[in-house]
């Protein structure tokens, strides 16, 4: 049985393959996973004489454990050929899609999906897709020719992570004039999840002790919340500790809000205070302050059944983050703010401002980035972001001119109309 996979990142060879390994050992099954690189070969072309396999290296506070790897299959190059993607989609061996290609992949606006999307816009006028949306919307066409059913998994940090994809099916198949809305209504479900496992980029260090071209190095806490709303079969991922539920909503926004919060707040702050790995961002007093508010705040606004265990959820995160064997560096999640901060710093900012708390600890995020963004574009510095050249042109054009000042701005670029919230109490 397969599982096909869009994203075959560091994040899903120590994740979601991990899981499915690890129920294949233990109770004799035989999953596979074949990947999909949306954008690049490099690492399909490196592992390609290795078949796939790799090294795991988990990294505890107090040791270091390694782990052969040898999930997957095959990974396909989709701009090389989509045809193959489609059909391997529409295949009936296939009976899980998983997802892991960060918020970009998505081709999202506030209102759904980007039909002007220069991906988008150009898989509707195309027999031969490359975005996400558009070859899961052709392998589902096809797949509705034989009514074989899928369960399509999302693992990327967005609320309502699978039903958000879903809907940005929907809206590219309209657009096209397909309607096989019967068949995905009867045959195929969208399970929504929350992942949690701090994977950093491989090193060069890495390769070399471990003499192979692809290792992936990742903590030992992992987490693994998943909608129980399948149309097949699935691994036994909860025997290796994933947990199925009815409602994965209260576990991912604690997650967006505190973890995903505190890591973008602490990307920004910590480069603009010249820090590069997240460990020794935390080991500023400081910084480490400043991100405890944070999650702190966020934690305020949570539904009420997480806030009584928050005090444990931040102290652990607090441990994690300072782990000194995990070299994430600072750069890696800084990566696409535009995107991210909507929801890891204004929806709690919200929820904060209509309570009618004080929004400071979520204000100093914005401005940290704003500040950030500053200083790439004084630097001469590339922005990997979808607005990257815009939003470094936008915030050296505002002038440091206070915090205000930064905080108008930033919100102003994240489109967000509500202004500054309540004032924190002096």
Same mark, same amino acid.
């Given at each position: 049985?397969?599982?096909?996979?869009?994203?075959?990142?560091?994040?899903?060879?120590?994740?979601?393959?991990?899981?499915?390994?690890?129920?294949?050992?233990?109770?004799?099954?035989?999953?596979?996973?074949?990947?999909?690189?949306?954008?690049?070969?490099?690492?399909? @072309?490196?592992?390609?004489?290795?078949?796939?396999?790799?090294?795991?290296?988990?990294?505890?506070? @107090?040791?270091?454990?390694?782990?052969?790897?040898?999930?997957?299959?095959?990974?396909?190059?989709?701009?090389?050929?989509?045809?193959?993607?489609?059909?391997?989609?529409?295949?009936?061996?296939?009976?899980?899609?998983?997802?892991?290609?960060?918020?970009?992949?998505?081709?999202?606006?506030?209102?759904?999906? @980007?039909?002007?999307?220069?991906?988008?816009?150009?898989?509707?006028?195309?027999?031969?897709?490359?975005?996400?949306?558009?070859?899961?919307?052709?392998?589902?066409?096809?797949?509705?020719?034989?009514?074989?059913?899928?369960?399509?998994?999302?693992?990327?940090?967005?609320?309502?992570?699978?039903?958000?994809?879903?809907?940005?099916?929907?809206?590219?198949?309209?657009?096209?004039?397909?309607?096989?809305?019967?068949?995905?209504?009867?045959?195929?479900?969208?399970?929504?999840?929350?992942?949690?496992?701090?994977?950093?980029?491989?090193?060069?260090?890495?390769?070399?002790?471990?003499?192979?071209?692809?290792?992936?190095?990742?903590?030992?806490?992992?987490?693994?919340?998943?909608?129980?709303?399948?149309?097949?079969?699935?691994?036994?991922?909860?025997?290796?500790?994933?947990?199925?539920?009815?409602?994965?909503?209260?576990?991912?926004?604690?997650?967006?809000?505190?973890?995903?919060?505190?890591?973008?707040?602490?990307?920004?702050?910590?480069?603009?205070?010249?820090?590069?790995?997240?460990?020794?961002?935390?080991?500023?007093?400081?910084?480490?302050?400043?991100?405890? @508010?944070?999650?702190?705040?966020?934690?305020?606004?949570?539904?009420?059944?997480?806030?009584?265990?928050?005090?444990?959820?931040?102290?652990?995160?607090?441990?994690?983050?300072?782990?000194?064997?995990?070299?994430?560096?600072?750069?890696?999640?800084?990566?696409?703010?535009?995107?991210?901060?909507?929801?890891?710093?204004?929806?709690?900012?919200?929820?904060?401002?209509?309570?009618?708390?004080?929004?400071?600890?979520?204000?100093?995020?914005?401005?940290?980035?704003?500040?950030?963004?500053?200083?790439?574009?004084?630097?001469?510095?590339?922005?990997?972001?979808?607005?990257?050249?815009?939003?470094?042109?936008?915030?050296?054009?505002?002038?440091?001119?206070?915090?205000?000042?930064?905080?108008?701005?930033?919100?102003?670029?994240?489109?967000?109309?509500?202004?500054?919230?309540?004032?924190?109490?002096?």
């Amino acid at each position: 049985m397969r599982i096909l996979h869009f994203g075959i990142g560091n994040f899903h060879r120590a994740h979601q393959a991990w899981y499915t390994q690890d129920a294949n050992r233990r109770t004799g099954s035989v999953w596979r996973i074949t990947s999909v690189s949306l954008r690049h070969p490099d690492l399909r @072309d490196r592992l390609r004489g290795v078949g796939f396999r790799y090294t795991l290296r988990i990294l505890g506070p @107090d040791g270091v454990r390694d782990t052969a790897m040898a999930v997957h299959d095959d990974i396909l190059f989709a701009p090389e050929d989509p045809q193959a993607v489609i059909a391997c989609l529409a295949e009936g061996d296939t009976r899980i899609v998983t997802v892991t290609v960060t918020e970009k992949g998505y081709c999202l606006t506030g209102a759904g999906l @980007d039909l002007d999307h220069p991906d988008i816009s150009a898989d509707l006028r195309s027999g031969a897709p490359r975005s996400l949306v558009g070859l899961l919307a052709a392998g589902l066409r096809a797949r509705a020719a034989t009514g074989q059913p899928l369960t399509v998994i999302s693992c990327d940090n967005l609320p309502d992570n699978s039903a958000t994809l879903k809907a940005a099916i929907e809206a590219f198949l309209a657009a096209q004039g397909h309607d096989i809305l019967a068949y995905l209504d009867k045959s195929v479900r969208f399970a929504n999840t929350m992942v949690d496992r701090i994977t950093p980029a491989t090193t060069e260090a890495l390769r070399t002790t471990l003499a192979e071209p692809e290792p992936v190095a990742t903590e030992a806490f992992s987490d693994w919340v998943i909608e129980d709303n399948f149309a097949t079969p699935i691994p036994d991922w909860a025997g290796s500790g994933a947990t199925i539920t009815a409602d994965v909503a209260p576990y991912e926004l604690r997650k967006l809000w505190l973890l995903n919060g505190a890591h973008s707040f602490l990307a920004y702050a910590g480069l603009n205070a010249g820090h590069a790995l997240v460990s020794d961002a935390v080991g500023d007093p400081a910084l480490a302050s400043a991100m405890g @508010d944070l999650m702190r705040a966020a934690a305020a606004v949570l539904p009420a059944g997480l806030r009584q265990d928050a005090e444990d959820y931040i102290a652990a995160l607090l441990a994690r983050f300072a782990n000194p064997n995990i070299e994430h560096r600072l750069a890696q999640i800084a990566q696409d703010g535009s995107l991210k901060l909507p929801v890891r710093i204004l929806a709690p900012r919200r929820a904060r401002a209509a309570a009618g708390l004080d929004t400071a600890a979520h204000d100093r995020a914005i401005t940290e980035w704003v500040r950030f963004l500053r200083a790439a574009h004084v630097a001469q510095a590339p922005l990997n972001d979808p607005r990257g050249a815009a939003l470094g042109v936008a915030a050296a054009q505002g002038g440091a001119q206070g915090a205000l000042s930064d905080l108008a701005l930033g919100l102003a670029l994240l489109g967000e109309t509500g202004g500054a919230g309540p004032k924190a109490a002096r």
